[in-house]
């Protein structure tokens, strides 16, 4: 008998574990990002690289100040895309991270299937938000838009304990 307890108490305990991590991975670390109505949604120009707020409306996001790549958030746009493409910074490719389900309004595999038939288009917004991270906007014809952060090139190199190529911006040095 008194095995059978101990095996049900390790059983109980490593049910209690699991459900503990995946609560915190999916639900506890994100919090809603209240927008500001002005500058939620920006994109660097051609040029001068000015980032710059476009028009948008029902804007949705979620963020984590448990990683910086955790950021995402849907809007639409009333502004024409061959516009905004005339102006702003254009990416080849973007890659669009995946969301938590419960934040239905961002659906990767969608987006990811829309860059890669041409069909929507992606922008820098933010070149180093934060050292080695930048915010990718990619808006569709139809005018939803999309952002999400992602690990740039000098990141991935100097999150990897290497040293950042000539061309990068020198790291932020940590306390």
Do not use: H
Request: aromatic fraction near 10%; include cysteine; glycine fraction near 6%.
């Amino acid at each position: 008998m008194t095995g059978k307890l101990l095996a049900l108490s390790i059983i109980l305990a490593a049910m209690v574990a699991g459900i503990s991590i995946y609560y915190l991975q999916i639900y506890a670390f994100y919090d809603e990002v209240v927008a500001d109505g002005k500058t939620d949604v920006v994109l660097t120009r051609r040029g001068d690289g000015a980032v710059t707020p476009i028009a948008y409306q029902d804007f949705q996001a979620i963020d984590s100040s448990s990683s910086p790549i955790r950021y995402r958030a849907c809007f639409t746009t009333s502004e024409p895309l061959a516009a905004l493409q005339s102006k702003f910074v254009t990416l080849e490719t973007a890659e669009p991270l995946v969301a938590p389900k419960w934040f239905d309004c961002f659906d990767a595999a969608f987006l990811g299937a829309q860059i890669e038939q041409g069909k929507a288009r992606a922008f820098l917004a933010v070149e180093n938000l934060t050292y080695g991270i930048d915010r990718i906007v990619t808006i569709l014809p139809d005018g939803r838009g999309y952002a999400w952060t992602k690990i740039n090139r000098c990141g991935k190199v100097v999150f990897d304990g290497k040293t950042a190529p000539e061309d990068c911006p020198k790291p932020v040095e940590r306390d």
